[in-house]
């Protein structure tokens, strides 16, 4: 079960120098490795990080001051130390801990004992938080609505005593270690196929290991492995029957699928290169079709980047001279990298969709020639930064939107303006559920509010209700974190909104959603306005 501390003053020192204690400990004692993992949070009340008034806290609160704590005096060497330390191992994620963090406005006897910028911790995404109480009064809550009790319930509630999720190396290290699980989850028809192909179960078990590393969870895993064994099934199936292609390509086909039969994968991309290196312009279609069996190949081979290559290739081969065409066709391309990704679950088709846009402004902003592919690197990078458990795309995806406004004016292009905006607000949405502070939340219900100035009720209604619920889901999760109603109030608004236009018959995976999310925002203001905690458990998935 994860643990929560809640500290107040110098014990918030105390716990910081225990996280690191057992950090440096657990090479020599693995139980305090494990005691290390199941400390999900932190809530800091009026704790003195950079060491300030030290002395005036142990007279002003009576605290007993032992040798270990008697040289935490301000700004002093090892108290810096100690918060650099602490805030390394966190940013690293070598130990995965949220943070509150509180601190008094009120003094005593006219003077603050812990300032904000003494209680700042500096980590990314947490904000201090300013009370009107004093820093003996700051831990001793009122009543059921005193903002530090309402605060530090919901944070306990919401972020750190629910069950943890496994991380994504200890998703890794079980997906690793159970590859024969693996390929014994492929859909059975797939591996009836396979043995109808000749497909060994050794070439099967490889492609488990290429997925395997790159996946964190089993059952996305397992959607991998099926598509892999699909497109292996496809090669050797077209290989073996050939084409309407000439006898030189219907010759390498088959070399592809004997090799890809005897699970030498790579040898057969090796293969395909080679045969394309012997052709030149007059056999464009040849040299097309080769290009089209690489990229299958490179699914195999788990290459985005050498997938997107081959198709950016095949555009330039089949459009040389019309860049607009060539475009065009590269739009095509991702479109039906990322609606496959996006709509059946496969991640990798995700990264190719990713790659592809990556390389097409690349090029364009070697050539100096404008381009409008900011919004669909950050469509892709954001649906695949939603599934994983980081950050890294999300906040790829926010800056990918962000350039993409510098392109998409609301003057200019105000639908797709708008689009993008609905897009960002999404992205910001996603981070900044997995931030404890509320600013990218802030950021997220802005750009909503952005998106709705055009994509209007009377002009693009199912757009409209789409940002509506876009909105409700930001300031729902705002209005979690936050004291008070208002936000829960504004969230169940939007939601209603939406639901005008959305329907079962019109949008039902939309409806449905937007349905279960108001259930759930209802739900958290009962509970708040009853005093009540509510029961989480029941959370309906947004």
Request: hydrophobic fraction near 45%; aromatic fraction near 6%; proline fraction near 3%.
């Amino acid at each position: 079960a994860p643990i929560a501390f809640v500290c107040h003053s110098l014990g918030g020192l105390v716990v910081k120098r225990l996280v690191l204690t057992a950090y440096l400990d657990q090479g020599q004692d693995p139980r305090k490795g494990v005691f290390l993992k199941r400390i999900a949070g932190v809530v800091f009340l009026s704790t003195p990080h950079d060491g300030s008034m030290v002395a005036s806290i142990a007279s002003i609160a009576h605290w007993f001051v032992s040798r270990s704590m008697d040289d935490l005096t301000a700004s002093n060497a090892a108290l810096l130390d100690l918060g650099h330390t602490y805030r390394d191992r966190i940013a690293n994620k070598e130990a995965v801990i949220r943070h509150r963090v509180y601190y008094e406005e009120v003094g005593v006897w006219g003077t603050k004992v812990v300032t904000a910028a003494s209680a700042d911790i500096d980590l990314p995404g947490v904000r201090i938080i300013g009370v009107k109480r004093d820093h003996m009064g700051i831990c001793k809550p009122l009543d059921k609505n005193d903002p530090v009790y309402e605060g530090v319930l919901a944070f306990l509630q919401d972020e750190v005593l629910q069950p943890r999720e496994p991380n994504q190396n200890d998703k890794l290290d079980a997906i690793n270690a159970n590859v024969e699980k693996l390929v014994g989850a492929v859909e059975p028809n797939l591996l009836l196929a396979a043995e109808a192909a000749q497909l060994q179960r050794t070439v099967i078990v490889s492609l488990a290991r290429r997925i395997a590393p790159k996946v964190e969870d089993f059952n996305q895993a397992v959607a991998e492995l099926d598509s892999a064994v699909t497109t292996a099934l496809r090669l050797i199936e077209r290989g073996e029957r050939g084409t309407n292609h000439d006898e030189f390509v219907n010759r390498v086909l088959k070399d592809v699928a004997g090799r890809v039969k005897a699970n030498d994968i790579d040898g057969g991309a090796r293969a395909l290169d080679a045969a394309l290196a012997d052709l030149d312009a007059s056999h464009r279609r040849s040299m097309a079709a080769l290009l089209e069996e690489g990229v299958q190949i490179d699914t195999l081979r788990r290459d985005a980047a050498s997938a997107a290559g081959r198709i950016l290739r095949l555009a330039a081969l089949e459009h040389p001279e019309n860049r607009d065409a060539r475009l065009a066709a590269l739009f095509g391309k991702f479109s039906e990298w990322y609606e496959c990704g996006r709509n059946k679950g496969v991640n990798f088709d995700l990264e190719i969709a990713i790659e592809i846009a990556r390389r097409v402004w690349r090029d364009a902003l070697e050539s100096g020639e404008r381009c409008d592919w900011y919004n669909n690197l950050g469509a892709a990078l954001g649906t695949l930064g939603e599934r994983e458990s980081g950050t890294a795309r999300l906040d790829e995806a926010i800056a990918a939107f962000r350039e993409a406004l510098k392109e998409r004016t609301r003057e200019r292009v105000p639908l797709d303006w708008a689009m993008t905006q609905a897009n960002l607000g999404n992205a910001l949405r996603a981070l900044g559920e997995r931030e404890s502070g509320t600013a990218r939340l802030d950021e997220a219900v802005a750009a909503c509010c952005e998106a709705l100035k055009e994509w209007t009720r009377g002009r693009v209604p199912l757009k409209w209700a789409t940002a509506q619920t876009n909105l409700g889901n930001a300031l729902q999760t705002l209005g979690e974190r936050e004291s008070g109603t208002a936000r829960l109030d504004e969230a169940v608004a939007a939601y209603r909104e939406a639901l005008e236009e959305l329907t079962p018959s019109n949008a039902p995976h939309q409806y449905g959603k937007a349905r279960h999310n108001l259930e759930r925002a209802l739900a958290l203001l009962a509970a708040r306005r009853s005093g009540v905690p509510y029961a989480f458990g029941s959370v309906f998935s947004r």
